[in-house]
């Protein structure tokens, strides 16, 4: 299976904290529905890319900090995630920055809905 609309509803959460091009509310309507171990994938990927240093850190890192704060609920889904044997085996067998966020977010999504 493609599981395409999967990959959309992940890429869409991930483009929405990356680029900042929606309000935190719309962000968190989104996260909150989502499975636990994504968001935890997607705020460590992004983590990964956006180190201390890199000149667009301060807004996408905010952005993670402004939801977790807005919703606690995506806080916990964040901490439960870390938990989840699918987040475990892409730490495991993969590097955040060796796959691109089209790589990242297909691997993923086949995984958690496989």
């Known amino acids: 299976m493609s599981f395409e609309f999967e990959k959309r509803a992940a890429r869409h959460l991930l483009t929405m904290l990356e680029d900042g091009t929606r309000p935190v509310a719309d962000i968190r309507v989104e996260a909150e529905q989502a499975d636990p171990a994504l968001v935890y994938l997607v705020f460590a ?4 890319r956006y180190h201390p240093g890199h000149s667009a850190a301060e807004g996408v890192l905010g952005r993670i900090v402004a939801l ?12 439960e995630g870390e938990k989840d044997s699918i ?22 999504v086949e995984k958690l809905e496989g």
């Open 87 to 108: 987040c475990v085996w892409f730490e495991e067998s993969y590097s955040y920055r060796q796959l691109d966020r089209e790589e990242f977010i297909d691997l993923i």
């Open 68 to 79: 977790c704060q807005a919703s606690p609920q995506v806080s916990r889904m964040a901490r």
């Open 45 to 48: 990927w992004l983590r990964d």
